[in-house]
């Protein structure tokens, strides 16, 4: 009989939203008449642009068409894409990348995960607490870890808490790593890095022969001047940092599927006998194995997102979600629960009023006023006593959703 990968597990419970989604069905079937409101997934609810539909169905048309049909196309993206991407949305941080240094894909979540492939199970790997569980389970599915401790921790990685203490941005580990994610803008916490504090990574990583794993998927919300987009507008981060893209939040992608990675031609590993070696040369290597290809009439359309039409259109969506995050971080500030987040990101980190779990103020939050959101804790142990709120909702039910809780919380 075949051999399972035990790996899979070590894995607690299940994964975090799954688990969420399991809670709400059994709420909503014994109480059908509950108009609930979903604030926890961070899936959007606004439809594409006019811009980048169109661009989509005339993708689509040209499959229709010998003269105009596309197959197999290259398993990096096509060049036209990852040059429109360059000019739009980095050179205008004064970032210089080459197309062969991009690399297109069917999303963020994918790629974080799907990069530990180049990487070697001995790499030390260190992880943010609380954090997006995907870095967390990937490395424990791919063998990297022991089982969970009594603490929440799995064995093996190094964590580190980001709490109000920190201002929810971690310290740099007290222990040789290899491997560092950071997120920014933060999910779960909502949090930015400024430019210091990236370069305080930076400077680490290099220090350290260390590589940081960097998800800039919200960087279209950010709305402070002052803080950076890319970790590339770092001196030095060519040569420490890969760095992911997604269209799912920034223009509406998530039913749709296309990212994007970064890995400079700088950025150098070593092999077992101590000789240097490209990252990406491995991962161009590794798509070429694993991957196909991002669909052609999707990357028309992720293309017409950078059009002028299509951004504008663009902004104003995340204009409308960031407004969300605005009244729900001031509705439930006005109600005397304390928030983080939501300035320049779509998600809004509350302390649980009344010091309940994460997972009590949950069923609290469904049962009492029918609203869903996500607990922190099941972004891990620094998360308990916390909790998350999207803004990727509808106006009327974020404004509706504000009253239930003033309504039950407010002072």
Known sequence: MARINDNYLKLQAGYLFPEISRRISEFTQANPEASVIRLGIGDVT??????????FHEGVDEMSSG??????????????????????????????????????????KCDSSNILDIFDLSNKVAIGDPVYPVYNDTNVMVGRSGQMNDAG??????????????GFNPDFPTEKVDLI????????????????QLKGWVDYAIGNDAVILFDAAYEAFITDPDIPHSIYEIEGARRCAIEFRSFSKTAGFTGVRCGLTIVPEE??????????????????????????????PVQKAAAAVYSDEGWTQVQEIIDYYMENARVIREGLSAAGIECFGGINAPYIWLKTPEGMTSWDFFDKLLNDCFIVGTPGSGFGPSGEGYFRLSAFGERKNVETAVLRIKEKWGK
């Not at 994610?181 to 210091?196: I, K, S």
């Open 181 to 196: 994610y950071l997120c920014f803008p933060n999910n779960p916490t909502g949090t930015v890095a400024t430019r210091e």
């Open 267 to 296: 950025l150098l590993g070593t092999t077992i006998e101590g000789e240097k070696y490209s990252f990406n040369k491995l991962w161009n290597r590794r798509q070429c194995t694993k991957f196909n290809g991002v669909s052609y």
């Open 153 to 166: 921790y799995y064995e093996g990685l190094v964590y580190m808490p980001c709490t109000e203490e920190n």
């Open 46 to 55: 606004k439809p594409l642009v006019p811009a980048v539909l169109k661009a």
């Open 67 to 108: 003269a105009t049909f596309h197959g197999y196309g290259p398993e990096q993206g096509y060049d036209w894409l990852s040059q429109i991407i360059i000019d739009k949305a980095y050179k205008p941080l004064g970032v210089d990348l080459k197309t062969s240094e991009m690399f297109i894909s069917d999303g963020s």
